[in-house]
């Protein structure tokens, strides 16, 4: 069973620039969730999907940035006209659905540098 | 949102010594997890621990829900347990919020 998998592991692009990331969730994981870490922090809930549904967003989850899910597989995370402080760890997570409770699993991530 | 606190924010071992990481909720969850950070900052599952005592290996977790914290313990600890760890909780649905996270550092 492999794991969540994210594309790029690292970006570097300069202001102003639109970015792309992609989350690939575990097979059969019908929750998909985005979170942002920043240096010294914890991770911070960004938007989460049950298949192709978007849930929940965060107010950090500003009108720059979009999230996909469009066949309840594979999901993507834009930023447009990127700002220095995006600059941070991007994470994905994906969890079964259970009936009380479920244990996410996260990715490697993708790195995040606004020159 | 759930505030959730963790305890100590910096930890210094030698190898061998025990430890024991404490995290605090504000509000009760019904999802609770342990995690630690690589170098690389990939979040690596330990725990998932509503309620109750788990272990495995040279770890353990003790969750008391009805007073809203949690703890890690590790023991004999060992260099390579050196990293980030962070409890993270929320709701059966939907978003985890994380602590800041205790940084352990563990010298040979």
């Known amino acids: 069973d492999t794991g969540v998998s994210q594309n790029p592991r690292h970006k570097i692009t300069k202001r102003g620039q639109n970015v792309t990331f992609r989350c690939d969730p575990i097979?059969?994981?019908?929750?998909l969730y985005w979170y942002r870490q920043t240096l010294g922090q914890g991770p911070e809930f960004l938007t989460y999907?049950?298949?192709?549904?978007?849930?929940?967003k965060s107010r950090l989850l500003s009108d720059r940035f979009s999230a996909e899910r469009p066949k309840g597989s594979f999901s993507t995370l834009e930023i447009q006209r990127t700002e220095q402080g995006d600059s941070a760890m991007y994470l994905c997570a994906s969890s079964p659905k259970v009936r009380v409770g479920s244990e996410q699993y996260f990715g490697p991530g993708t790195r995040l540098t606004v020159t | 949102g759930i505030q959730v606190e963790q305890s100590p924010p910096d930890l210094i071992l030698q190898e061998g010594a025990n430890s024991t990481l404490r995290c605090n909720f504000s509000?009760?969850?019904?999802?609770l997890q342990w995690f630690h950070q690589n170098p690389w900052g990939q979040l690596i599952n330990l725990f998932y621990i509503p309620s109750g005592t788990k272990q495995n290996g040279r770890l353990s977790a003790t969750t008391v829900a009805t007073e809203r914290y949690s703890l890690l313990y590790i023991s004999s600890s060992q260099t390579t347990d050196s990293g980030v760890y962070f409890c993270?909780?929320?709701?059966?649905?939907?978003?985890?919020?994380f602590g800041r996270g205790t940084q352990l550092t563990v010298w040979p």
């Open positions: 999907f049950q298949n192709e549904a978007q849930l929940e």
């Open positions: 509000d009760s969850v019904n999802n």
């Open positions: 993270a909780g929320g709701s059966t649905l939907g978003r985890l919020y």
């Open positions: 097979s059969e994981h019908n929750r």
